[in-house]
Each structure stands twice: as structure tokens, then as C-alpha cells.
Nanobody, 121 residues
């Protein structure tokens, strides 16, 4: 089994910062790309940031310049540093990882349970 465990969400004032973490554990041969998605009430889930195994990153236009994604391959962990938060960043944030469980396995998608981020005064 593979688990993605997220942490770091919460309530923050506009302009504040939060750091999300997501650690993958279990039977893992290789973690390929990792990313963060978010879903606000009444809206579809959207990609926030993505980081490839080699470190190449991609961020949504709405968060560019404010959010940074990084990873620690030794810990199979991805981070999302969120600065200058806005009320429109309020959503449930989900971690995603594309993982090969065994050397002969194809890549599968795994998701975290979600962590709430609320930006409000």
C-alpha cells in the first residue's frame, strides 16, 4: 500500500503564509512527479503546482510569484510554500504523486486526503 499524508493547512489572514507538506510512504520503488491541486466549494479541482522528479516545476498563473513548490526525494516529500495568500486561495488542497510501486510496475496516481486552507480576516 501507498499513503500520501498531508499537513500544514489552516486559517490565515490575507497576506499571510502557510507551508503544506505531503509525504509518500509504503511500498515504493520510485516517486515520479508530485503536485498540488485545490478545490474550492462549487468549483472543479485545479492544478496549483507540479514538480518533476528532476526538479522541473510548473505553477498555475494565479499563484505564480506567490507559491513555490519543492521536494525532498530522499524523504519522498513535496512542499508547497504559499506566500501573500488571498481569500481566493481558500480551498481544500490535495497532494498528488505518480508512483511506481515495484520495478516492473507501471506508474499509478495517488492522492492525499486533502487539507483545508482558509484565507480570511
Amino acid at each position: 500500500q501507498v499513503q500520501l499524508v498531508e499537513s500544514g493547512g489552516g486559517l490565515v489572514l490575507p497576506g499571510g503564509s502557510l507551508r503544506l507538506s505531503c509525504a509518500a510512504s509504503g511500498s515504493i520503488f520510485r516517486v515520479n512527479s508530485m503536485g498540488w491541486y485545490r478545490q474550492a466549494p462549487g468549483k472543479q479541482r485545479e492544478l496549483v503546482a507540479y514538480i518533476a522528479s528532476g526538479g522541473l516545476t510548473n505553477l498555475a498563473a494565479s499563484v505564480m510569484g506567490r507559491f513555490t513548490i519543492s521536494r525532498d526525494n530522499a524523504k519522498n516529500t513535496v512542499y508547497l510554500q504559499m506566500n501573500s495568500l488571498k481569500p481566493e486561495d481558500t480551498a481544500v488542497y490535495y497532494c498528488n504523486a505518480k508512483i511506481r510501486r515495484f520495478v516492473i510496475s507501471a506508474e499509478d496516481d495517488y492522492w492525499g486526503q486533502g487539507t483545508q486552507v482558509t484565507v480570511s480576516s
